[in-house]
């Protein structure tokens, strides 16, 4: 059986559709949130330093603002995946195992792209090796 029918009998077309919307949705406020970050953050360190505090607190604001942005970056790059693996009709399969990511799982992080059980495993492997 291909994947693509293997897919349509996992997932109808309505869970589907709600999967995709989500997806927008995150990328879209992901988006807007770091807009709105990068633009309070332009005018914030624009502004003149009146003292040695201030200036060590901007600092800190930079370096988290630049770990936001390396997390909303990766995230969105996933969310952009995840859609087009919807676009493929590979959604909701493992990349690792090509076995169904379970439903529960894609609700509570639709860009998945892994089962728990590789999810796992490649994070044991990961910790491992790092």
Same mark, same amino acid.
């Given at each position: 059986?291909?994947?693509?029918?293997?897919?349509?009998?996992?997932?109808?077309?309505?869970?589907?559709?709600?999967?995709?919307?989500?997806?927008?949705?995150?990328?879209?406020?992901?988006?807007?949130?770091?807009?709105?970050?990068?633009?309070?953050?332009? +005018?914030?360190?624009? /502004?003149?330093?009146?003292? $040695?505090?201030? @200036?060590?607190?901007?600092? !800190?604001?930079?370096?988290? *603002?630049?770990?936001?942005?390396?997390?909303?970056?990766?995230?969105?790059?996933?969310?952009?995946?995840?859609? +087009?693996?919807?676009? /493929?009709?590979?959604?909701? $399969?493992?990349? @690792?195992?090509?076995?169904? !990511?379970?439903?529960?799982? *894609?609700?509570?992080?639709?860009?998945?792209?892994?089962?728990?059980?590789?999810?796992?495993?490649?994070?044991? +492997?990961?910790?491992?090796?790092?």
């Amino acid at each position: 059986m291909s994947l693509r029918k293997q897919l349509e009998e996992f997932m109808d077309k309505e869970k589907l559709e709600s999967f995709r919307r989500q997806l927008v949705d995150l990328q879209n406020r992901i988006t807007g949130d770091y807009e709105r970050v990068v633009e309070s953050s332009s +005018e914030e360190f624009g /502004a003149e330093v009146p003292d $040695v505090n201030d @200036e060590a607190s901007r600092t !800190i604001n930079r370096r988290i *603002l630049l770990q936001i942005g390396d997390q909303s970056h990766e995230i969105l790059k996933l969310i952009r995946e995840a859609l +087009e693996r919807m676009e /493929a009709g590979e959604y909701g $399969v493992c990349q @690792e195992c090509d076995e169904d !990511i379970p439903v529960k799982r *894609l609700e509570l992080v639709p860009y998945a792209r892994f089962c728990v059980r590789c999810k796992e495993r490649l994070e044991k +492997e990961s910790s491992k090796s790092g």
